[in-house]
């Protein structure tokens, strides 16, 4: 089972930030915090992975928090390429599998 | 530097028939992960394999799916007997052993259709 919330859906207006929050309160201390985006029909693609400090890269940043039982994944400048499903998983760094939950589904409007 | 390559991308299959689907991971990748979405669904771990090994199959069905990974040559998924049931994407990840960084990466994926 995942051990990640997020919500359902989410909107957002191009060309602003989106912002994609989930919960993993339950996270223990190896556990790696993973976002992977699934566009429509395609294959799931990494985005961007910590453990507890923020982390930037081209796509976009993970902010977490310090008790590390939620995060906030940034798309700064969201585009309609954006559009979505995303997913937050948490997972042990050398764990062998993915446990995908239901994810957010973000839909950016032009 | 050519992906996970899936194979074939959409696939057609009568009740009864059987399905094979293909997988050839990233080159320097040696581990391989089948993945199954029904519609709607999000995404299930079914099967971990290195070559010439079956690691994790926690999440195989247990009658008529089997999966492979020869020392030559791709993965390969075999379901026998399909059923409408088993109308799905199929997606094929391949990583080099170590969780991190990119972790896994994924293929295109492979569009079972059962009539």
């Known amino acids: 089972d995942a051990k990640t919330t997020q919500p359902p859906s989410m909107d957002c207006a191009e060309g602003r930030a989106a912002n994609l929050p989930c919960n993993h309160s339950t996270i223990s201390g190896n556990e790696y915090v993973y976002w992977y985006r699934q566009i429509h029909s395609q294959g799931p693609q990494y985005i961007i992975h910590?453990?507890?400090n923020n982390e930037t890269n081209e796509m976009a940043s993970l902010i977490i928090t310090e008790d590390r039982k939620s995060s906030t994944l940034i798309l700064p400048h969201a585009t309609l390429r954006d559009t979505a499903v995303y997913y937050c998983?948490?997972?042990?760094?050398?764990?062998?599998?993915?446990?995908f939950g239901q994810g957010t589904r973000l839909t950016i409007n032009p | 530097n050519a992906g996970v390559m899936q194979n074939p991308r959409h696939l057609v299959r009568r009740r009864g028939q059987e399905a094979r689907l293909r997988c050839s991971p990233m080159k320097g990748h040696s581990h391989v992960y089948w993945y199954r979405q029904l519609p709607e669904e999000g995404l299930k771990f079914m099967v971990y394999l290195q070559k010439e090994n079956i690691i994790d199959e926690s999440g195989m069905p247990k009658e008529r799916f089997s999966a492979e990974f020869p020392k030559e040559g791709p993965s390969i998924l075999r379901i026998q007997q399909v059923v409408r049931g088993d109308s799905a994407a199929y997606f094929c990840a391949s990583s080099s052993g170590q969780l991190k960084g990119y972790g896994y990466t994924f293929g295109s994926g492979t569009r079972l259709t059962v009539v």
């Open positions: 998983i948490v997972s042990p760094q050398g764990a062998q599998k993915l446990v």
């Open positions: 910590g453990l507890k």
